[in-house]
């Protein structure tokens, strides 16, 4: 065991644990942010991604120590329920999420994506999505929630 | 009493309405909410009938003894099913109140107006609520199924923009899922399993169980079934490896390797003649099948293929339990709480009143996946470790080599048409595996379990016999409502194949569908009729000529004139031709590698009164998006020593790079009785895209997936 020191939504947090812990199982079980999911634990399907330093990192293989000293954020840190942020609020008009269990790793995605060009390509948003799988079918209702965010078009 | 499946089982309005908490509505539900978002579509009925705001209104997740028995969420019948039962509970509620808060106020009823949530003496400043009226026997009545709902002209909550319930939690990572649970006493398990089916544990070495254990790690052994528990989850993930490696397991036999589609049609099997209405009959004998030979017909023979289909939920199955000694309470996020709790009763010989199950949600099922199990396996260590809250996750190999799939499936028409462009005969004989292996409430609910074929006292593996009830399993929708001479519809249960299978989203319905639907096309074209016209010439019903009508309508409008050879196709059915009409049209092209790249979907459905239209709309189009990934990219690849396909890389599914622009349409139906809509886009979809692609590049592709594999091969054979 031992003590890592991680900053997560803005907090300094120090854990004690198995050094090789994948993130994600820090986050869910030590710190309460359950938002991100485990899905794979293979990189591949994109329903454990955080940003870290702004960049939309899977969380389920890398362990936790390599994150000491950057900035981690996860779905949490965007809003709640009852102040969500602005891709959270049209996505949630959009009801694009079905079972949900891979919605907060596409909203963590989208939320890198805008903060660093409010408006994307439709290249660059197919790249960023391609990151994720969606079992439910809401595909084309992200698609067209990214799109009303893009234009900034009110519904 | 209630011919009613729900109401019949729970018939007062206490069972369903709960007001006990104040300014605060709970429905009571035997349905769960797998991501189709019935709990949204219950509130509004709610909403829209007692005039209460939606978001006073909030909806149970079901338990067992608290919450109606409503068998499967299933068979897209929970608004048949749970929309029906509460919208005749809070009319039968309204009356009552009003009745209540008239007397009280000293009104006449018809001077009762509500709004939310108060009873109000028109024209007056006068009014109670509903709470206020509230006493303890006055729901303590039966539904009364010829109250006089609301008048559909006086809708105003019912399709409104809303944010679904629990929508604003699951944007912000609030949500709880069953995999989120946390208890005190909790430990997290693995299960370790063989490397595929027919396999028995030789040997466990002694020192890897011995060395966990002085590092407080569990392991769980039971026959050939092996778990490892630890209060770390990461502990167990690493636990369950070191014993997988310390674990020898002895095969009885390996996976069959033939050719799936030989195997199904020369295995063992019942043969049952289909009947008008779609029963199989058991004494009816099946003609032969006689070709219209003349030269007034045009006949086609064509043989149609699907393979093996997972549920591939994003995430992998999981389950809670905790036995203190007495009790098993069991979480699950399954689709039948109640049969469930059979199984588990049953496998651990415990009274039912002993055990309870309840839902929390989970990733999407999309009928019998893994969930069950989960849960099961759950129990299993809980049993063996009391007094602590298992929580069991299977990991995404667990999930994709032992979740029951969706069987393979030949589907084998001859068909003719006359010169008059009318269908003059139909054939087709259909042959799968099984589509039900769910647990059901006395018939050895347990055996259905997978880990009860490698518990010490094992199981056998269940033989399931042939769905007899109209439109069940195989038989789904190989009827249609086309007219037609009496068509010949053979049906082949078919046994020992080498894959678990059961209920996988449509059963049957999506080969049947796929099959037929494409084999009208190949006539219409041989006749030289348009596809479409060819359709609404063989149709009576008007509410199916609707929808194709309309389609036709909806694609007329939108010809993509910016992509060069597209080729568009439709298909069409009514879901188990008992729930929602849907016509679905897609454009697409065919690129140089051979790929399909999908441009539009066209979607239209009647699914009766409509009340949440947003969540409908997501159903059929995230039910076209799943079918088309189904269509164009998944396979269960397995060989003589397992499953193949156990990532997303050796089963890949539809990415956001193949997905078409939406064009949904509903008909209105306000007032007309509801009908399903959760799976009515699957089979329509799989023909629109076989036929799409032979308009788009002269080729028919009879087995999925199209891929670029399938499409090089149809051209060469062409």
Known sequence: MAEIKLTVNGKNVQVDTDPDTPLIYILRNDLNYTGAKLGCALEQCGACMVLVDGEPTNSCVRAAAEFEGMQIETVEGFGTPDKMSEVQQVFAEENVAQCGYCTAGIVTSVTAMFRKNPNPSDEYITETLNRHLCRCGSHSRIIDAVNRLRTGAKK | ???????????????????????????????????????????????????????????????????????????????????????KATATARHIFTAKAAQRLNVPEDQIEISDGQLRASGTNQSVTYWELLDKTILDVDVDEEVKTKN??????????HIAKGMAEIMTGKYQFLHDLKFSDMLHARVVRPPHYHCVLESLDNDVVLRLSQENIHVVQDGSFIAVAAQQEYQAVKAARRVSLAAKWKSEKQLSEADIYSLLTSNNKDRLFVEKGCIPSTTKQIPELEMLEDESHITISATY???????????????????????????????????????????????????????????????????DDAAFDAAIIARHLPNHSILLKWTRDDEHSWEPYGSAMQCEIQASVDKKGKISSWSHETYADTFLTRPIIGKEPASRMVSSHYLEKSLPWPVVGPMMVANGGIHRNMEMLYEMPEPRLVKNRVYDLPLRTSALRTLGAFGNVFANESMIDELAEKADIDPIEFRLSHLKDERAIKVISELQQLMAESQNADVDETGYGMGFARYKNSAAYCAIGVCLSVNEAAEVKLHDAFIVCDAGEVVDAEGVRAQLEGGFIQAASWCLYEQVLYERDGIVSRDWDTYPIITFDNIPRMHTRLIENQG?????????????????????????TGLRVRQMPFNSDAIMAAALED
């Open chain 2, 1 to 87: 009493m209630s011919n009613h499946p729900s109401l019949s089982n729970s018939p007062k309005v206490a069972d369903w309405l709960d007001f006990s908490s104040e300014n605060q509505l709970v429905l009571h539900t035997g349905k769960v909410d797998i991501g189709q978002r019935i709990t949204t579509a219950l509130a509004l009925i709610a909403a829209e009938e007692l005039g209460i705001s939606f978001q006073q209104i909030n909806v149970r997740k079901t338990k067992t003894d608290i919450d109606p028995n409503e068998g499967y969420t299933a068979g897209s019948f929970s608004m048949q099913h749970s929309g029906y039962a509460i919208k």
């Open chain 2, 152 to 161: 559909p002209e006086d809708y105003s909550v019912q399709n409104q923009p």
């Open chain 2, 305 to 371: 293929k699907k393979p093996y289909h997972m549920h591939a939920s994003i995430g992998p199955s999981a389950g809670c339990a905790n036995f203190n000694g007495k009790t098993l309470r069991v979480w699950t996020h399954n689709q039948g709480v109640y049969p469930l709790r059979a199984a588990v009763s049953e496998a651990f010989d415990m009274d039912v009143d002993k055990v309870s199950v309840e839902f929390v949600p989970g990733a999407g099922v999309y009928g019998h996946n893994g969930a």
């Open chain 2, 672 to 696: 007309m009785p509801y009908l399903g809509a959760g799976e009515a886009a699957a089979g329509p979809t799989a023909a629109a895209i076989s036929n799409a692609i032979s308009q788009a």
